[in-house]
């Protein structure tokens, strides 16, 4: 019998329980996408190709998803309540009809279960689709080739999913029969009644609440940008009176509109009175009153959003540019043993191996010296250079000849003169100056000629063999860079779009549900417009107003936290490397569209919906 | 006087074949402009359905219903809804304030939706609301102010935009007596020195009593009317209560 009417109840209060079922579903898509990235094509390439970053990865993402558990438990149980606030008169009738409260709870439980299982099977599914889509992505980023990595579902990840979930779902269960068997039935059945508290505010105390609340934000920013991003984040005595003066100043400005709008709203006669302005606003400004709190929170989470999406990608681009510069030779080896066991002949070893000569497009064998101060006349640098070899280098990489003086030092910021770090101070000599001086350290670099893979498995294979039996040499290539760097750029990438997305869509969709219930309470008031004969065109574009004041105001303020932050972020990674600004800020804006966008659309013409129909009749409104 | 609203051979049928329920059944009805006519009848007698019919939120099954010769029947759309709110001032029983809004902003917002010029608002907003005596609570929200004053808010939002034909469903209904005294007493007025035309539904004799014609239905038929003539008040309900009477005598014979 609790079997049947359950389903009856999620069937016919489907429209209160799709918010709840889309943002289950998305949270679902989301956990499971990301815990399947072990499946996907550009991290089996890592795996393949034996980077460390994979693993790095994979535990990295294995703990956000703890945390991004923790979010999606916070706005499951969220939803839940304002389902439960909306359907106390019904639950207070059970009770009144004489089922006992554990019946009740138990009707709670099931239908809860069956929300659970549908939003489920129908998150694995999605989450299948954007899953596959995540992994053209990232292969198409690393142009690498699809075919070679088949897709299907990771059971380890739908594993984690369900348990996560399903560990939600049962935390929801035990609060809604808390909840039930601990409601009085008298406050169950006037849930409806209570009236909201209108005091109004002395403009006083607005204007006052304003201006606080102004400095506090601006107190912040200078924080923030004076001492920039490293230490503002990192030292506990700058960090937390940034963000405390930042959530303070967030929670003064929403607190100040209620009292302040509406006075500039009256003081225009013109505008208050004309269409529904005034009823838009009232309606508006009495939720301000009592959803500031909330404002902040989805303020702060949409900060959180876009900071954390933007920055990742912009960091990715960043990362990617400086692999280009770290990497000007295919391969270069560094024998670093070279002053106490000599050179090593590197083209008789490889020709030893079976290599072609011709496998090699070119090659340079370059020793470096320890620089000695009494010859060269320069104190601080730790190595040189012969002219001629360094010219050699450069000119490879199409990068102008070293200008002079000689002997003087290679100036910081020219072209590298190996893929890898050096990680010397060169000076550059004439060439004939170094017969005074000691070998320290012998450099050989090369690019090759056919398929670059090929071509460094057979090098790496002989430099191996050599490695085991004599000396120690450092092998870095232009590919194992590369991967390396994917493995960055990946990681970046993953978190990067994870927490973001996880703060978006928390955000739209607990604005998505306060828009709804409201639209849902707000169905007699429109009833009475209706009767007093405004038209069809007047009351929905008054709902979309509504909706659009609770989504444009937290994003507005939003924009403009993230827009200092994003400053303070740049500035931090620029010392690293130039930044894309305008690319990441071009792909965080697609994002932040897609998805509360979306959200936005969906609550607007569902509360356009609600404000149009409803026949005639008005119900009871005090 | 003009003829205002004209009622011709009104039906009203609910159900399908098998199980009709005929609500309205064959209503001439015919008020003057500046008259205050009441209906009375019992439940199920079609007195709502009528109001309901002539404020064009329910719609007849045949018959015709004028209100200055433009037919009703026949508006569809944006012209029904322009004549709602051009010709029409509704008065409920709850009386359907928005709880948001401040009374003054209340009254407002129906001179809002009439697209009147700012300037005006004001001043006709206070005008009316001293009329109905509500003058000192404009700025209080509706929780604030006591049941009376909350329907003599919603009757001062039903004619400040000066209708046609005011409407009133049981005005008096969730009201206690004194404070159903002085609506009624400022409904009078209001007929009285702006000429407004009111239409009231009601199932209480004494509410009845202030109107000028008392419209009786039975079973969706017109059953009776009375006049007030000019006369005392006490000597009109003493007429009402007689035929109430009647009526549910009749009742008790049926059965």
Same mark, same amino acid.
């Given at each position: 019998m609790f079997c049947k009417l359950a389903l009856r109840n999620v069937r016919r209060s489907f429209r209160d329980y799709g918010v709840y079922l889309l943002t289950l579903t998305f949270g679902v898509c989301l956990f499971y996408t990301f815990s399947s990235l072990d499946g996907q094509g550009a991290m089996i390439y890592l795996t393949q190709s034996q980077n460390p970053m994979a693993q790095v990865i994979q535990s990295c993402i294995d703990v956000f998803s703890v945390f991004v558990a923790v979010v999606l438990?916070?706005?499951?149980?969220? @939803?839940? &309540?304002?389902? *439960?606030r909306r359907r106390k008169r019904e639950l207070g009738t059970y009770l009144l009809l004489g089922l006992s409260q554990g019946q009740v709870s138990l009707l709670l439980v099931l239908e809860t279960g069956l929300i659970g299982a549908a939003s489920l099977a129908l998150g694995l599914l999605l989450g299948l689709a954007a899953s596959q889509g995540l992994s053209a992505l990232t292969l198409s980023m690393f142009s690498l080739r699809m075919d070679a990595f088949g897709l299907a579902l990771s059971p380890r990840a739908a594993g984690r999913t369900v348990l996560y979930f399903g560990l939600i779902f049962l935390l929801v269960m035990g609060f809604s029969g808390i909840q039930i068997s601990r409601a009085k039935l008298l406050d169950l059945m006037q849930g409806g009644r209570k009236n909201e508290e209108l005091r109004p505010r002395p403009l006083r105390t607005s204007v006052l609440q304003l201006v606080l609340g102004g400095v506090c934000l601006a107190a912040a920013y200078a924080i923030l940008l004076t001492f920039g991003m490293a230490f503002a984040v990192v030292l506990p005595f700058l960090c937390i009176p940034m963000l405390t003066l930042g959530t303070v100043g967030t929670l003064l400005v929403f607190r100040s509109l209620s009292g302040f709008v509406l006075r500039l709203a009256r003081s225009y006669p013109g505008f208050y009175y004309r269409d529904l302005h005034l009823f838009t606003l009232r309606q508006w400004i009495s939720r301000v009153h009592s959803t500031y709190l909330s404002q902040t929170v989805i303020c702060i989470l949409l900060l959180l959003a876009m900071g954390i999406t933007a920055s990742s990608i912009g960091l990715n681009r960043t990362i990617e540019a400086a692999a280009d510069g770290q990497a000007p030779f295919d391969i270069t080896v560094q024998n670093q043993n070279a002053d106490h066991l000599g050179c090593v002949d590197f083209d008789a070893l490889l020709t030893a191996h079976g290599m072609e000569s011709d496998a090699l497009a070119w090659r340079q064998d370059t020793p470096i010296y320890y620089n000695n101060p009494a010859v060269t006349g320069i104190e601080d640098a730790s190595a040189a250079i012969r002219l001629s070899d360094c010219n050699g280098l450069l000119a490879r990489q199409g990068a102008p000849a070293y200008p002079g003086p000689l002997p003087g030092l290679l100036a910081e910021g020219s072209a590298p003169l190996a893929t890898g770090n050096l990680g010397l101070t060169c000076v550059v000599i004439p060439d004939e100056m170094a017969e005074k001086l000691s070998l320290r350290r012998q450099v050989w670099s090369a690019d090759y000629a056919g398929d670059p893979e090929e071509t460094e498995k057979q090098v790496q294979a002989a430099l191996a063999e050599y490695q085991e039996?004599? #000396?120690?040499?450092?092998?870095? /290539?232009?590919? %194992?860079?590369?991967?390396?760097? *994917?493995?960055?750029?990946?990681?970046?990438?993953?978190?990067?779009?994870?927490?973001?997305?996880?703060?978006?869509?928390?955000? @739209?969709?607990?604005? =998505?549900?306060?828009?709804?219930?409201?639209? =849902?309470d707000n169905a007699a008031r429109y009833a009475v417009l209706r009767r007093l004969g405004a038209e069809e065109g007047m009351l929905s574009r008054s709902a979309v107003q509504q909706v659009a004041l609770a989504f444009l105001l937290p994003l507005a303020l939003a924009l403009l936290h993230t827009v200092v932050g994003m400053k303070a972020a740049n500035d931090l990674i620029s010392t690293a490397a130039k930044v894309d600004t305008v690319h990441s800020a071009l792909v965080t804006g697609g994002v932040l569209l897609a998805v509360y966008g979306g959200y936005f659309l969906a609550t607007a013409l569902a509360c356009r919906r609600l404000a149009l129909e409803g026949g005639g009749a008005p119900g009871g409104c005090g | 006087m003009a003829e205002l609203l004209c009622v011709k051979d009104l039906t009203k049928v609910y159900g399908k074949r098998g199980a009709v329920t005929r609500a309205l059944d064959g209503v001439d009805l015919s008020l003057e402009a500046g008259e205050y006519v009441g209906i009375m009848g019992a439940s199920g %007698?079609?007195?709502?359905?009528?109001?309901?019919? !002539? /404020?064009?939120?329910?719609?007849?099954? /045949?018959?015709?219903?004028?209100?200055?010769?433009?037919?009703?029947?026949?508006? &569809?759309? $944006?012209?029904?809804?322009?004549? &709602? $709110?051009? $010709?029409?001032?509704? !008065?409920?029983?709850?009386?359907?304030?928005?709880?948001?809004?401040? =009374?003054?902003?209340? !009254?407002?917002?129906?001179?809002?939706?009439?697209?009147?010029? =700012?300037?005006?608002i004001r001043d006709r907003v206070e005008e009316t609301a001293e009329l109905l005596g509500i003058g000192d609570c404009l700025d209080k929200y509706p929780y604030q102010?006591?049941?009376?004053?909350?329907?003599?808010? @919603?009757? #001062? &939002? #039903? !004619?400040?935009?000066?209708?046609?034909?005011?409407?009133?469903?049981?005005?008096?209904?969730?009201?206690?007596?004194?404070?159903?005294r002085l609506l009624l007493e400022r409904l009078e007025v209001l007929n009285r020195e702006r000429g407004a035309t009111i239409l009231m539904v009601t199932h209480d004799a004494f509410t009845a009593s202030c109107c000028r014609r008392v419209v009786f239905l039975r079973d969706g038929k017109i059953f009776a009317q009375l006049e007030r003539d000019g006369g005392d008040r006490r000597a009109f309900f003493q007429q009402i209560i007689r035929v109430v009477t009647q009526l549910g005598g009749e009742m008790e014979d049926v059965l």
């Amino acid at each position: 019998m609790f079997c049947k009417l359950a389903l009856r109840n999620v069937r016919r209060s489907f429209r209160d329980y799709g918010v709840y079922l889309l943002t289950l579903t998305f949270g679902v898509c989301l956990f499971y996408t990301f815990s399947s990235l072990d499946g996907q094509g550009a991290m089996i390439y890592l795996t393949q190709s034996q980077n460390p970053m994979a693993q790095v990865i994979q535990s990295c993402i294995d703990v956000f998803s703890v945390f991004v558990a923790v979010v999606l438990a916070c706005l499951i149980l969220y @939803a839940d &309540r304002f389902l *439960m606030r909306r359907r106390k008169r019904e639950l207070g009738t059970y009770l009144l009809l004489g089922l006992s409260q554990g019946q009740v709870s138990l009707l709670l439980v099931l239908e809860t279960g069956l929300i659970g299982a549908a939003s489920l099977a129908l998150g694995l599914l999605l989450g299948l689709a954007a899953s596959q889509g995540l992994s053209a992505l990232t292969l198409s980023m690393f142009s690498l080739r699809m075919d070679a990595f088949g897709l299907a579902l990771s059971p380890r990840a739908a594993g984690r999913t369900v348990l996560y979930f399903g560990l939600i779902f049962l935390l929801v269960m035990g609060f809604s029969g808390i909840q039930i068997s601990r409601a009085k039935l008298l406050d169950l059945m006037q849930g409806g009644r209570k009236n909201e508290e209108l005091r109004p505010r002395p403009l006083r105390t607005s204007v006052l609440q304003l201006v606080l609340g102004g400095v506090c934000l601006a107190a912040a920013y200078a924080i923030l940008l004076t001492f920039g991003m490293a230490f503002a984040v990192v030292l506990p005595f700058l960090c937390i009176p940034m963000l405390t003066l930042g959530t303070v100043g967030t929670l003064l400005v929403f607190r100040s509109l209620s009292g302040f709008v509406l006075r500039l709203a009256r003081s225009y006669p013109g505008f208050y009175y004309r269409d529904l302005h005034l009823f838009t606003l009232r309606q508006w400004i009495s939720r301000v009153h009592s959803t500031y709190l909330s404002q902040t929170v989805i303020c702060i989470l949409l900060l959180l959003a876009m900071g954390i999406t933007a920055s990742s990608i912009g960091l990715n681009r960043t990362i990617e540019a400086a692999a280009d510069g770290q990497a000007p030779f295919d391969i270069t080896v560094q024998n670093q043993n070279a002053d106490h066991l000599g050179c090593v002949d590197f083209d008789a070893l490889l020709t030893a191996h079976g290599m072609e000569s011709d496998a090699l497009a070119w090659r340079q064998d370059t020793p470096i010296y320890y620089n000695n101060p009494a010859v060269t006349g320069i104190e601080d640098a730790s190595a040189a250079i012969r002219l001629s070899d360094c010219n050699g280098l450069l000119a490879r990489q199409g990068a102008p000849a070293y200008p002079g003086p000689l002997p003087g030092l290679l100036a910081e910021g020219s072209a590298p003169l190996a893929t890898g770090n050096l990680g010397l101070t060169c000076v550059v000599i004439p060439d004939e100056m170094a017969e005074k001086l000691s070998l320290r350290r012998q450099v050989w670099s090369a690019d090759y000629a056919g398929d670059p893979e090929e071509t460094e498995k057979q090098v790496q294979a002989a430099l191996a063999e050599y490695q085991e039996t004599t #000396a120690y040499l450092r092998v870095e /290539s232009r590919l %194992s860079l590369y991967q390396e760097i *994917m493995g960055n750029k990946l990681l970046a990438l993953f978190l990067g779009l994870y927490l973001g997305l996880t703060f978006l869509l928390a955000a @739209a969709a607990v604005l =998505a549900l306060q828009q709804l219930s409201q639209a =849902a309470d707000n169905a007699a008031r429109y009833a009475v417009l209706r009767r007093l004969g405004a038209e069809e065109g007047m009351l929905s574009r008054s709902a979309v107003q509504q909706v659009a004041l609770a989504f444009l105001l937290p994003l507005a303020l939003a924009l403009l936290h993230t827009v200092v932050g994003m400053k303070a972020a740049n500035d931090l990674i620029s010392t690293a490397a130039k930044v894309d600004t305008v690319h990441s800020a071009l792909v965080t804006g697609g994002v932040l569209l897609a998805v509360y966008g979306g959200y936005f659309l969906a609550t607007a013409l569902a509360c356009r919906r609600l404000a149009l129909e409803g026949g005639g009749a008005p119900g009871g409104c005090g | 006087m003009a003829e205002l609203l004209c009622v011709k051979d009104l039906t009203k049928v609910y159900g399908k074949r098998g199980a009709v329920t005929r609500a309205l059944d064959g209503v001439d009805l015919s008020l003057e402009a500046g008259e205050y006519v009441g209906i009375m009848g019992a439940s199920g %007698s079609g007195k709502t359905t009528l109001l309901n019919c !002539i /404020s064009t939120i329910d719609r007849p099954t /045949s018959g015709s219903i004028q209100v200055d010769g433009e037919e009703l029947t026949g508006l &569809r759309g $944006r012209a029904l809804t322009r004549f &709602r $709110r051009e $010709r029409l001032g509704f !008065i409920f029983q709850d009386c359907n304030l928005l709880d948001t809004l401040t =009374a003054f902003e209340n !009254i407002a917002l129906s001179l809002s939706i009439l697209r009147t010029p =700012a300037a005006q608002i004001r001043d006709r907003v206070e005008e009316t609301a001293e009329l109905l005596g509500i003058g000192d609570c404009l700025d209080k929200y509706p929780y604030q102010m006591s049941g009376g004053q909350q329907q003599r808010c @919603a009757a #001062a &939002r #039903a !004619i400040v935009t000066r209708p046609a034909l005011v409407l009133a469903d049981e005005p008096t209904g969730a009201l206690d007596s004194k404070s159903s005294r002085l609506l009624l007493e400022r409904l009078e007025v209001l007929n009285r020195e702006r000429g407004a035309t009111i239409l009231m539904v009601t199932h209480d004799a004494f509410t009845a009593s202030c109107c000028r014609r008392v419209v009786f239905l039975r079973d969706g038929k017109i059953f009776a009317q009375l006049e007030r003539d000019g006369g005392d008040r006490r000597a009109f309900f003493q007429q009402i209560i007689r035929v109430v009477t009647q009526l549910g005598g009749e009742m008790e014979d049926v059965l």
